[in-house]
């Protein structure tokens, strides 16, 4: 399977708390593609701010995505492939890591309140706040229809429930973008 997927650029997103990181390392090792978590490209003011308790807005997301963006298009032009790490909560947001990035696949990580507001409190090292949630699902566009190259994974079952739903749902897919698949 890791060699089907050489070319495979995929992100794999949420909200805060949704298992995005643990996920996508997963789907990473398995596929045997290079993992970016986007965390780790948040300039330092972001970082500071969100371990304040304060949102980011679409000022302080902007430079960020973009380095997500050139990130993954530097994958596309070294015939590589990488999982990767982003919130892409807005549509527009999923409009910019789109661009120039021909083939990429979102796993979009969703769940009741409830259940990702557990799993963030139990969390322990991670600057975003439990308390944030909210912010995040205020922003948050749900993928519609017509974004077909998002893959919709509950995160209700376990890790390993989790990533081999997203890797059926990956294989079935014949081309990158081509079908939407919604699993859970």
Known sequence: MAGDNL?????????????????????????????????DLH???NINKMARGIPLNDEDRAPWLERIRCEISGFGHNDKGCVVVCSALKRRYREQLRTGNPGIVFVYLHG??????????KRQGHFMQASMLDSQLAVLEVPGPEENDVIEIDVRPTLEEVVRQALAALSAQPEP???KVISG
């Not at 495979?8 to 596929?31: D, F, H, N, P, T």
């Open 177 to 179: 973008g081509t079908a």
């Open 7 to 39: 070319h495979k650029r995929i992100i794999v997103m949420g909200v805060s708390g949704s298992g995005k990181s643990k996920v996508a390392e997963e789907l990473a090792r398995q596929l045997n593609l290079e993992f970016i978590d986007g965390d």
């Open 112 to 121: 009741e309140r409830a259940v990702i507001l557990q799993r963030m409190q």
């Open 43 to 45: 300039p330092e003011a």
